[in-house]
């Protein structure tokens, strides 16, 4: 039998440049003084500098990307840190059921620990082999390829493990928090 789920989710529109969306401003960055805290419901709570997280194992996923907008670019080759080594480094405790990431300029998002231990669930620093242009999150972005781009936090600057479910800045502001794009969870 061929694959017949189409690629392009429901209500979406492909496009083939990749808009800038984001609240507020572009954070300025020097890597001198970037760090990335990992903390919370954690045994090993850890502060990475930028150096530190480009040593670790790295993979490049190839992804499709749906902003709730309605538009989609197919075949973003993300490169970096799967969020489950980054897990392991730290070794949550059994408490830990939900993760909070959070940026400079103070947006938020969240996921279940289990939808974040998902394989193609990355910490990015590259795309389609160039370095994150800041207005695309430089240094670290998260990218979650199952989820509605709102979940794709740029500027990423610490992680937190947390017992309850923590609403981000989209997800307290009505839009949904599962945010699957083929069930169109748009808004809560
Ligand atoms: N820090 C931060 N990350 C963010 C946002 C934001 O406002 N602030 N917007 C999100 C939304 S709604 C989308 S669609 C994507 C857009 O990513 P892009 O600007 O790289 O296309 O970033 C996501 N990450
Ligand atoms: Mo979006």
């Known amino acids: ?4 789920k189409p690629r392009l989710p429901p209500g979406q529109r492909l496009i083939d440049h990749f808009p800038v969306l984001h609240v507020g401003q572009i954070p300025r960055s020097s890597l001198k003084d970037w760090d990335l805290r990992i903390w919370g419901e954690v045994r090993s709570p850890r502060v ?3 150096d530190e997280l480009r040593a670790l194992p790295s993979v490049i996923d190839t992804s499709d990307f749906h902003c709730v907008t309605s538009w989609s670019m197919f075949d973003c080759a993300w490169e970096g840190v799967r ?3 980054l ?3 730290v070794s949550p405790t059994e408490r830990a059921h939900h993760v909070t990431v959070g940026c400079d300029g103070d947006y938020t998002t969240s996921l ?3 939808e974040a231990l998902e394989p193609d669930v990355l910490l990015a620093w590259g ?3 160039q370095d994150l242009t800041p207005e695309h ?4 972005r998260l990218v979650v390829p199952q989820k509605y781009a709102y979940k794709a936090a740029k500027w990423v600057r610490w992680v937190c493990f947390t ?3 923590e609403l981000g800045y989209w997800e307290s502001r009505g839009y949904h928090d599962n945010a699957d794009p083929w069930r169109q969870e748009r808004y809560a």
């Open 112 to 114: 279940t620990l289990e």
């Open 87 to 89: 897990c392991d480094l």
């Open 1 to 4: 039998m061929p694959d017949t």
């Open 127 to 129: 795309l389609n082999g």
């Open 137 to 140: 999150g430089y240094p670290l």
């Open 163 to 165: 017992e309850n479910r």
């Open 48 to 50: 990475l500098s930028y």
């Open 83 to 85: 969020f489950s080594d």
